[in-house]
């Protein structure tokens, strides 16, 4: 089974920090690179997806960036808000989730 | 935008008992539904892979007599965890992915199972 690695496991940023998660993986035959996030309690939502033919995709203040060479791809969270505090998980296509990241947006 | 309703969002029962988990897609045709298992403060794991009038197909590890999916139409796919144990607690979620290209995944809000 293809494998995700995600870091960190837990995040604690400022209010109007940047969160930066970053997800690396093995098997270059997915072309479909999600992210989620999740409340407790409440099944994943697709925050933003990127597709391998493009290096940046910026969608208000989330960003993902992808390095193909690398097989890494990035969660960028501008000016983080205590709203934003949830897992948020990296999965090739939807098949192979990260084990997450805990994000806490302190006030 | 598209909605994946889960069915019912929480449910309690004796060990023994078959308990049945409903996934709808609300407003599109989903020909592919998938079925995921997670633990408290772990990721999703994939249990199965849901194809519309095809049988499902299970991920190693995963018993297939004692998860029952069923995808009958484009827009209910159905989990049934059959004979269920305490060990069967879970949180159990669907997704359910669009007919044409690259359709992101539509997740469902999960339901939480607890076997006394």
């Given at each position: 089974?293809?494998?995700?690695?995600?870091?960190?496991?837990?995040?604690?940023?400022?209010?109007?920090?940047?969160?930066?998660?970053?997800?690396?993986?093995?098997?270059?035959?997915?072309?479909?690179?999600?992210?989620?996030?999740?409340?407790?309690?409440?099944?994943?939502?697709?925050?933003?997806?990127?597709?391998?033919?493009?290096?940046?995709?910026?969608?208000?203040?989330?960003?993902?960036?992808?390095?193909?060479?690398?097989?890494?791809?990035?969660?960028?969270?501008?000016?983080?808000?205590?709203?934003?505090?949830?897992?948020?998980?990296?999965?090739?296509?939807?098949?192979?989730?990260?084990?997450?990241?805990?994000?806490?947006?302190?006030? | 935008?598209?909605?994946?309703?889960?069915?019912?969002?929480w449910?309690?029962?004796?060990?023994g008992?078959?308990?049945?988990?409903?996934?709808?897609?609300?407003?599109?045709?989903?020909?592919?539904?998938?079925?995921?298992?997670?633990?408290?403060?772990?990721?999703?794991?994939?249990?199965?892979?849901?194809?519309?009038?095809?049988?499902?197909?299970?991920?190693?590890?995963?018993?297939?007599?004692?998860?029952?999916?069923?995808?009958?139409?484009?827009?209910?796919s159905?989990?049934?965890?059959?004979?269920?144990?305490?060990e069967?607690?879970?949180?159990y979620?669907?997704?359910?992915?669009?007919?044409?290209?690259?359709?992101?995944?539509?997740?469902?809000?999960?339901?939480?199972?607890?076997?006394?």
């Open positions: 089974q293809q494998q995700v690695k995600q870091s960190p496991q837990s995040l604690i940023v400022q209010k109007g920090g940047i969160s930066i998660i970053n997800c690396a993986y093995e098997n270059t035959a997915f072309d479909y690179f999600p992210w989620y996030q999740q409340f407790p309690g409440k099944g994943p939502a697709l925050l933003i997806a990127i597709r391998p033919d493009v290096s940046e995709k910026k969608e208000g203040r989330f960003t993902i960036s992808f390095n193909k060479s690398a097989k890494q791809f990035s969660l960028h969270i501008m000016d983080s808000q205590p709203g934003d505090s949830a897992t948020y998980f990296c999965a090739l296509y939807a098949l192979n989730f990260g084990k997450g990241t805990s994000l806490l947006v302190t006030p | 935008g598209a909605v994946v309703s889960q069915h019912p969002s449910v309690i029962c004796k060990s008992t078959s308990v049945k988990i409903e996934c709808r897609s609300l407003d599109f045709q989903a020909t592919t539904m998938f079925w995921y298992r997670q633990f408290p403060k772990q990721s999703l794991m994939l249990m199965a892979t849901s194809n519309e009038g095809s049988k499902a197909t299970y991920e190693q590890g995963v018993e297939k007599d004692k998860f029952l999916i069923n995808h009958a139409s484009l827009t209910l159905t989990l049934t965890v059959t004979s269920a144990h305490p069967d607690s879970s949180f979620i669907c997704s359910a992915r669009g007919l044409r290209g690259y359709q992101p995944q539509h997740f469902g809000d999960g339901t939480r199972l607890s076997i006394l």
